[in-house]
């Protein structure tokens, strides 16, 4: 059985963009685990985690397919997810719960494409700001200014202690162009 995560989401929809003649293949794989009221099997809302919503992008094209509201439905549920999902004071999404403060460049993968689907099929301006707003702010605090290269992540030491002494001087940079906004963010 398939299991909802990343890496799954990741090949399946890899493999639809290859070959679409593997529909039914996709199908077959997410079935079992959309019920009829978009409850998606072994997925957690809780975990605050944005790999979970990466698999989500499949669900537009087996709705579109199959015309099954469960598959929209779903995805209203990982929308939902969006809406609660902890935020830093700049209004960043955390990567999951588990990682408090933390911001991490892979979570505008695993939920901008997705993101911005939905609210574009939905009418919802607010959310595709929000998604657009999420994209400008990592690239201004993420961007090195000697590199041009944008770092992997953010956290603050204080909750995560493991950090590296260069991870630090980065975090300690960030904070600083974060305590400089007078909002603490945009």
């Known amino acids: ?13 890899a493999c639809l963009m290859a070959d679409p003649g593997l529909f039914q293949w996709a199908y077959d794989l997410y079935d079992p685990i959309i019920a009829q009221d978009g409850a998606i099997a072994t997925y957690h809302e809780h975990d605050y985690n944005l790999d979970q919503i990466n698999p989500g992008r499949n669900l537009f094209t087996l709705y579109e397919r199959t015309g099954q509201k469960r598959f929209m439905l779903a995805a209203g549920r990982l929308r939902d997810q969006l809406s609660r999902q902890p935020r830093t004071m700049s209004k960043l999404f955390w990567h ?25 099929l939905t009418g919802d301006e607010k959310g595709l700001d ?9 690239f201004e605090l993420f961007r090195d200014p000697v590199t041009g290269l944008l ?26 162009r974060l305590d400089s906004e007078p909002t603490g963010g945009k």
């Open 151 to 176: 770092y992997h992540g953010m956290g603050l030491p204080s909750v995560n202690p493991t950090l590296s002494k260069q991870t630090l001087h980065v975090v300690k940079q960030i904070q600083k």
């Open 96 to 120: 999951k719960a588990i990682y408090p403060w933390q911001v991490w460049l892979d979570g505008l993968y695993m939920e901008g494409p997705f993101y911005a689907r939905y609210c574009n």
């Open 130 to 138: 929000d998604v657009a707003g999420q994209l400008a702010k990592v």
């Open 1 to 13: 059985m398939m299991l909802w995560h990343y890496e799954h989401g990741l090949v399946i929809g």
